[in-house]
């Protein structure tokens, strides 16, 4: 027999804040995405420099997501199952481009691959320009958005049994056949669903990629640029577009990629 729980007082008290919170986003998220009539959403996202910025964006987003997987899924497989010296630290540097202030990376990141950077001035003189240039836009977006996949991959290797590890290691599996065949297999889901996360933080950036490379224009500087020469108005349905593609992008990957949690056996309240 199932029984229907009571709610505590500690429980509606929790509900009401949390409702708060929920209200505090979604109000400005929604008076955004109604603010333009039909017609003049349709307008103005069909211009054909927003289709442009957006098949832009989504493909310098990808192409960091790529390069974050091959370069950062190893290094959060060491973070997650190795102890060493300087651990810690290496976490800190994973975390920081979340703490500081992306203009400020954007800032950082021109000292290295701008046209007189340390990288950017010798990669130049063979025809590699990271301003004003889609490379830019990728360094960018790699930059501030790489945390997302690393974490996540971390604990998901965190998540899966050494023990798994250790018995195919007995049964003769060497250490790139065990990660392979039962470590990648177990962790893929966090890993998909942090890649998920990073290509989605990568469309929305703006600070660093202003600063290193604003043009081509993507998604977010064509908002901003919008909304400086033209106002308000004209830079509503871009954004209402952006928002509902992020929703769309958040639904799909809590819906599909993280794992569902359900009961074996009906709850006992009494033991018996």
Avoid: C
Wanted: aromatic share 10%.
């Amino acid at each position: 027999m199932t029984r229907t729980r009571v709610l505590s007082r500690m429980d509606w008290v929790f509900t009401f804040v949390g409702l708060l919170l929920l209200l505090f986003i979604l109000v400005p998220l929604v008076a955004t995405i109604f603010a333009s009539s039909p017609g003049e959403f349709v307008e103005g996202v069909s211009d054909k420099g927003v289709v442009t910025s957006l098949a832009l964006t989504f493909a310098a987003a990808f192409v960091a997501t790529v390069i974050a997987l091959v370069l950062g899924v190893p290094l959060a497989y060491l973070l997650a199952r190795r102890e060493f010296w300087g651990k810690n630290l290496v976490q800190g540097i994973i975390d920081l481009p979340i703490i500081i202030p992306h203009t400020a990376a954007g800032v950082a990141l021109l000292m290295v691959f701008g046209r007189r950077g340390l990288l950017g001035g010798p990669l130049a003189s063979l025809g590699l320009y990271f301003t004003e240039n889609l490379a830019g836009i990728v360094v960018a977006m790699l930059f501030v958005s790489l945390p997302l996949l690393v974490d996540t991959a971390r604990e998901s290797f965190v998540l899966v049994d050494r023990r798994l590890e250790s018995v195919a290691r007995t049964l003769g599996a060497g250490p790139w056949t065990a990660f392979r065949r039962v470590t990648l297999p177990l962790a893929w889901r966090g890993i998909v669903a942090g890649s998920v996360m990073m290509w989605a933080r990568g469309i929305s950036e703006f600070g660093a990629v202003v600063i290193l490379a604003y043009n081509p224009k993507t998604v977010s500087v064509l908002i901003y640029e919008r909304f400086v020469g033209f106002g308000l108005d004209a830079a509503l349905p871009v954004t209402a577009l952006l928002l509902l593609l992020a929703l769309a992008i958040l639904v799909v990957t809590r819906a599909v990629l993280l794992p569902r949690h359900r009961r074996d056996r009906p709850e006992r309240g009494d033991g018996r």
